[in-house]
T-cell receptor, first 113, second 115 residues
Framework: DAKTTQPPSMDCAEGRAANLPCNHS???????VYWYRQIHSQGPQYIIH???NNETNEMASLIITEDRKSSTLILPHATLRDTAVYYCIVRGPTSYNNNDMRFGAGTRLTVKP | EAGVAQSPRYKIIEKRQSVAFWCNPISGHATLYWYQQILGQGPKLLIQ????????DSQLPKDRFSAERLKGVDSTLKIQPAKLEDSAVYLC?????????????FGPGTRLTVL
């Protein structure tokens, strides 16, 4: 079972920031938070991941609360091509046998013109 | 850099028939994963290989599903015999190593329809 809770769907206006929340209240101290997205008929695509600190890359920013029980993925300027299902995943500790990614149902983000 | 390749992209079979899927991971990636994604759900891990050894196959229905990665590169996933509930997209992914901080790269998937 997924260790995360996400809203099933969200809308965002093109050009505006999309803020996707994720609750992971049972996260352990050595578990990472990963975000992937899946555009229709494609495989999931890696976006970003973090352990404790906030992270930023060319695609998005990841804000993790101090208690690590929730996080927010921020797409700073959403475009129509960002329409996809976004998955927040808590991933096991750094060992080969316990780090599989358990996907939930994700959040379906629709970016509207 | 070439991505994860999968074939075929689509397959339609009748129940009780057999089917096989092929995956070629990114060059140099030691870890390979097979996922099953049923319509409307997130992907579910079926099996994880580290080189040519199985690390985790706890969610693989072993009575009908099998997978191999003989030379530590390409992999095949087989279903024999197929059931209606096996209709899904089968995704292959690879990563540099099987550690939590190594991102996984996914292929486009094979969409299986069992009639």
């Amino acid at each position: 079972d997924a260790k995360t809770t996400q809203p099933p769907s969200m809308d965002c206006a093109e050009g505006r920031a999309a803020n996707l929340p994720c609750n992971h209240s049972t996260i352990s101290g050595n578990e990472y938070v990963y975000w992937y997205r899946q555009i229709h008929s494609q495989g999931p695509q890696y976006i970003i991941h973090g352990l404790k600190n906030n992270e930023t890359n060319e695609m998005a920013s990841l804000i993790i609360t101090e208690d690590r029980k929730s996080s927010t993925l921020i797409l700073p300027h959403a475009t129509l091509r960002d329409t996809a299902v976004y998955y927040c995943i808590v991933r096991g500790p750094t060992s080969y046998n316990n780090n599989d990614m358990r996907f939930g149902a994700g959040t379906r983000l629709t970016v509207k013109p | 850099e070439a991505g994860v390749a999968q074939s075929p992209r689509y397959k339609i079979i009748e129940k009780r028939q057999s089917v096989a899927f092929w995956c070629n991971p990114i060059s140099g990636h030691a870890t390979l994963y097979w996922y099953q994604q049923i319509l409307g759900q997130g992907p579910k891990l079926l099996i994880q290989f580290q080189n040519n050894g199985v690390v985790d196959d706890s969610q693989l229905p072993k009575d009908r599903f099998s997978a191999e990665r003989l030379k530590g590169v390409d992999s095949t996933l087989k279903i024999q015999p197929a059931k209606l509930e096996d209709s899904a997209v089968y995704l292959c992914a690879s990563s540099l190593a099987g550690l939590s901080y190594n991102e996984q790269f996914f292929g486009p998937g094979t969409r299986l329809t069992v009639l």
